[in-house]
């Protein structure tokens, strides 16, 4: 699932977000329509609340409060007025919960799987390369070899995307040459948990992880320093099938499930990367300007599944 948002200082319009989900995507998108006023001139404001979060234990009862007069982000300050300035920086906002034996695994076994899980996270969400439309070839290397249709239809979606099949419902990629990423730090916020497999997942060990990103990214045109946010939610689901029961490869992760929420990312372009919108975008072409079912990327609280497939519009970015 996901959404698009754009904004700069005085007011701004709507970007846009879409959803993707499923063993292959769906994607949706939306826009907001959102007042910033230069902090500055609002002497009786009190200073934002930097204050690190403790880590997400489970899932929250609300949304984080928004402010009426948002801060505007800034080449220095890219999550200024966002409750990302408060979440992890990239790997550090992944932290795998503590181990113990489970189902067919050991202690061992299983710290090792949700250190293996992590390393894909970081690897589809905030490797630098990936992120400036690099191939996810650690990533894809951490797919077992015998899910051959998951690994195939992955490959495919890099090579020729299309709607039903592509790569940014599971990897965040940007449009080469078209934005660079505002400094180092995207910020992270989620959490992962293990279980014994019930069911059809009998005889697995299954980890599942919800997790956020926040991206700043500025146009890669001489001089830009217009800085829009976008915020990718993402779920997935790993088997780790016992080997004694099924065919697996040690070390290797099968993907069972991924959903992916996309805010501020343009709603009808399937070329394989994400396309944030800009404020002075959305002022130049107002048509642009995104309608539909408004969503809040920040809010955590509800099931990435609940929500609306249509292209929509983000209330804050």
């Keep these: 699932m996901g959404w698009d948002y ?120 905030l490797d630098p390369a990936v992120l400036k439309g690099g191939k996810p070839a650690v990533a894809l290397r951490l797919i077992d070899p015998k899910q051959p249709d998951v690994r195939a239809e992955l490959e495919k979606s890099l090579t020729a995307p299309t709607e039903t099949n592509d790569p940014t419902s599971l990897f965040t990629r940007f449009g080469p040459g078209e934005v660079r990423p505002v400094g180092t730090v995207v910020k992270t916020r989620g959490r992962m948990t293990v279980e014994a497999g ?33 915020i990718v939610r993402r779920t997935l689901v790993v088997a780790l099938p016992d080997p004694e029961k099924f065919e697996a490869t040690p070390g290797r992760l099968s993907l069972r499930e991924w959903n992916a929420g996309l805010a501020n990312s343009a709603c009808d372009v399937f070329d394989g990367f994400l396309h944030p919108q800009f404020e002075s975008d959305l002022a130049a072409d107002p048509d642009a300007t995104p309608s539909g079912p408004e969503q809040d990327p920040y809010d955590r609280s509800k099931d990435l599944g609940e929500a609306s497939q249509e292209c929509g519009t983000v209330s804050r970015t």
């Design 6 to 125: 754009d904004g700069h200082n005085g007011g701004s319009q709507s970007p846009a977000a879409r959803i993707a989900s499923g063993a292959v995507g769906i994607v949706v998108a939306a826009g907001l329509v959102v007042l910033v006023l230069r902090p500055e001139l609002m002497p009786w404001r009190d200073a934002e609340d930097t204050t690190p979060l403790a880590a997400e234990t489970g899932r929250p009862s609300a949304a984080p409060s928004a402010e009426v007069f948002p801060d505007l982000p800034t080449l220095r300050e890219p999550f200024r007025g966002s409750p990302a300035v408060r979440w992890a920086d990239g790997a550090a906002g992944i932290q795998p919960p503590a181990a113990r034996a489970t189902g067919w695994m050991s202690k061992a076994q299983v710290e090792a799987a949700l250190l293996r899980t992590k390393e894909f996270l970081v690897a589809a969400n």
């Design 198 to 230: 019930k069911g059809k997942d009998a005889g697995n060990v299954i980890v599942r992880t919800d997790y956020t990103f926040v991206y700043p990214v500025v146009k890669t045109a001489p001089g830009s320093d217009e800085v829009a946010r976008t």
